[in-house]
């Protein structure tokens, strides 16, 4: 297939990455003979809900309020050098980020810029709570809870690439598949077919490296003395270069730290990967058995042979309800006999909640001993002890409650300790914090109907 190859860079992984790694792709980007495109990744499931909470409470919001100064300060230099610009950091309103981006267009002297928005991902309204929690995933919640706060669907690469044939400058998404970000301009660039399965393999197997930022680049990777990374403080974020034939080439730029070798593609590869012949995404199912890779030279690994089957007859979607607040509260002991202490403050915590508030469901983590494996019911806390014996420990207490009354209740229960004891506590911090929980749906293809608008610098 004719073209020039096409490179794109990875400016952010999640909502609140660097905000200064965008010059550097700009820079190698702009040396590139062909067409070139700078993709923002920003939106996490828990972005999105966040997102949904806040365009709740104003209309207005709801877009990932993070991308003004990861993109901003650098959208004139983008349009210089004929850079493009793809982002989900629309979220739950990407109409109202497009205008956001409008503005700046016409205060920082963008005339004529080209902003597109993609929409068609919110499905609420469209399907009701029965089909919903009939096609839920994993262990399921909605049956219990029938009021259903936003759904969104995974879109695919087709609006993006869409929006790039109609002229677009920037292209705003909400929720839509990471690897799409990518796989939307090389679709725009090479023509790919819808069915050219192999091709939209190669093109989400791009995006699935790329879409969190500088982890394939070395900062996820890094684990010193046993895969060390260097300059970690100036970490390259990742630029793929990409053949009409679907082979690519993965880098970073110039003169920045970190690094892309075999180990650090590889492990990114596998990140999220349930089944590796069957990475379901909207436009095609990756199979990445048979993908070879080649150091090709410093940061340079080569990706070839990836693999496609036909999309799927059905489309993810993330389903969001009310999950009430969360209650946490933290205190910390240090010294001689610092365990045995932070153990008295657990067991009093949970003591005195179970008189004043009984069936709350409380976990007690001690950071230090055991703080990530969930340990709600204190099995693995019991376990495990401290090797110094003067550690510094942090008792964390939290609670799903119903109410912000129920929350204060443990908030202040926890202060109380620096008097009501154990000995020694200090420190002490606590947040009530709003929160959705969400789950996840495979629903009909034919309810997503993507629209692509433009949106002019005079809005």
């Known amino acids: 297939m004719a073209g020039k190859d096409v490179m794109i860079g990875c400016a952010a992984g999640f909502a609140r990455d660097r905000k200064d790694s965008a010059p550097a792709l700009i820079a190698a980007l702009a040396e590139h003979d062909g067409p070139r495109f700078l993709v923002y990744e920003m939106l996490a499931e828990?972005?999105?809900?966040?997102?949904?909470?806040?365009?709740?409470?104003?209309?207005?919001a709801g877009y990932i309020a993070t991308f003004e100064p990861m993109l901003r300060p650098y959208l004139k230099a983008c349009v210089a050098v004929g850079v493009r610009v793809i982002g989900n950091f629309g979220a739950a309103n990407p109409r109202a980020a497009a205008r956001l981006v409008a503005q700046w267009a016409a205060e920082d002297g963008l005339d004529g810029l080209r902003i597109a928005c993609v929409e068609g991902d919110d499905l609420l309204g469209r399907v009701d709570a029965a089909t919903l929690a009939a096609t839920e995933t994993g262990t399921p919640i909605l049956a219990s809870h029938p009021e259903v706060l936003s759904v969104n669907v995974y879109l695919g690469a087709g609006p993006i690439a869409a929006a790039l044939d109609q002229g677009a400058?920037?292209?705003?998404?909400?929720?839509?598949?990471?690897?799409?970000?990518?796989?939307?301009?090389?679709i725009h660039a090479f023509g790919w077919a819808d069915d050219d399965w192999d091709r939209l393999a190669a093109g989400v197997l791009a995006g699935h490296l790329l879409e969190c930022g500088p982890q394939?680049?070395?900062?996820?990777?890094?684990?010193?003395?046993?895969?060390?990374?260097?300059?970690?403080?100036?970490?390259?974020?990742?630029?793929?270069?990409?053949?009409?034939?679907?082979?690519?080439?993965?880098?970073?730029?110039?003169?920045?730290?970190?690094?892309?070798?075999?180990?650090?593609?590889?492990?990114?590869i596998l990140y999220e990967i349930h089944d590796p012949a069957a990475y379901v995404t909207p436009d095609v199912v990756l199979d990445m058995t048979d993908v070879e890779l080649a150091q090709i030279g410093p940061n340079r690994v080569r990706v070839a042979k990836a693999r496609g089957k036909p999309r799927p007859d059905q489309l993810k979607a993330t389903v969001c309800i009310d999950g009430g607040l969360l209650a946490e509260a933290g205190i910390s002991y240090a010294g001689i006999n610092a365990e045995a202490r932070a153990r008295l403050a657990v067991q009093t915590i949970r003591d005195r909640m179970a008189r004043l508030a009984p069936g709350l469901l409380l976990r007690a983590d001690i950071v230090g001993l055991v703080s990530v494996f969930g340990d709600t019911a204190g099995e693995a806390l019991a376990g495990r002890h401290a090797v110094d014996p003067s550690p510094d420990l942090r008792v964390m207490f939290a609670a799903e409650v119903a109410t912000a009354e129920a929350g204060r209740l443990l908030l202040e229960e926890v202060e109380a300790l620096y008097v009501a004891g154990p000995a020694g506590g200090g420190g002490v911090r606590g947040s009530l914090t709003p929160r959705l929980k969400n789950t996840a749906c495979l629903l009909p293809r034919s309810l997503a109907e993507p629209k692509v608008s433009l949106i002019g610098a005079e809005v």
């Open 216 to 268: 394939v680049t070395g900062g996820y990777f890094a684990d010193p003395g046993v895969k060390d990374v260097p300059g970690m403080e100036s970490l390259g974020y990742p630029l793929v270069r990409v053949a009409p034939n679907g082979s690519f080439e993965l880098t970073k730029p110039a003169g920045t730290g970190g690094l892309v070798d075999l180990r650090s593609v590889k492990e990114q």
């Open 169 to 186: 400058d920037v292209v705003i998404t909400g929720r839509i598949a990471d690897p799409a970000l990518a796989l939307g301009p090389l």
């Open 46 to 60: 828990r972005t999105l809900a966040n997102a949904q909470n806040e365009r709740r409470r104003t209309p207005e």
